[in-house]
């Protein structure tokens, strides 16, 4: 479903996804998104531009802990359940990127992935892994 961010994201109008359109929901269970809404939107303050909706593997959540960001352990102390594989989750663009030149990307829901994740990744490579194009 499409997100309207409050304040229209930074800018006039609605968040738009790396397709054009408007963005959508990335999870809600578990929560994600750098504001924690659910959605993959960003402004300013997200310095590590949490805007790619990735679909969680084992393999990716052993690289992002190699990497040293844990994020299958919970941490209840911040509300954070842990994440799983099948999860959606708001991944740093630089992050994925990472992933993928190291062989360990996870699949991608495009059009729940903000359009600022193309200053990083490759739209070519983000529909490479993607679970949403027919």
């Given at each position: 479903m499409p997100f309207d961010p409050p304040g229209g994201g930074g800018g006039a109008g609605r968040a738009r996804n790396v397709l054009g359109g408007l963005l959508e929901s990335c999870s809600i269970t578990p929560m994600t998104g750098f504001f924690r809404d659910g959605c993959c939107n960003t402004g300013p303050e997200d310095l590590g531009s949490h805007t790619v909706c990735a679909v969680m593997t084992a393999?990716?959540?052993?690289?992002?802990?190699?990497?040293?960001?844990?994020?299958?352990?919970?941490?209840?102390?911040?509300?954070?359940?842990?994440?799983?594989?099948?999860?959606?989750?708001?991944?740093c663009a630089?992050?994925?990127?990472?992933?993928?030149?190291?062989?360990?990307?996870?699949?991608?829901?495009?059009?729940?992935?903000?359009?600022?994740?193309?200053?990083?990744?490759?739209?070519?490579?983000?529909?490479?892994?993607?679970?949403?194009?027919?």
């Open positions: 393999e990716f959540l052993a690289f992002s802990r190699a990497q040293g960001n844990d994020l299958s352990t919970p941490r209840p102390e911040f509300g954070f359940a842990g994440l799983k594989p099948g999860d959606r989750w708001c991944l630089p992050r994925w990127q990472e992933a993928l030149e190291a062989g360990s990307a996870p699949r991608v829901a495009l059009r729940a992935t903000h359009e600022e994740a193309l200053a990083f990744c490759a739209l070519a490579d983000l529909k490479r892994y993607a679970v949403d194009l027919s």
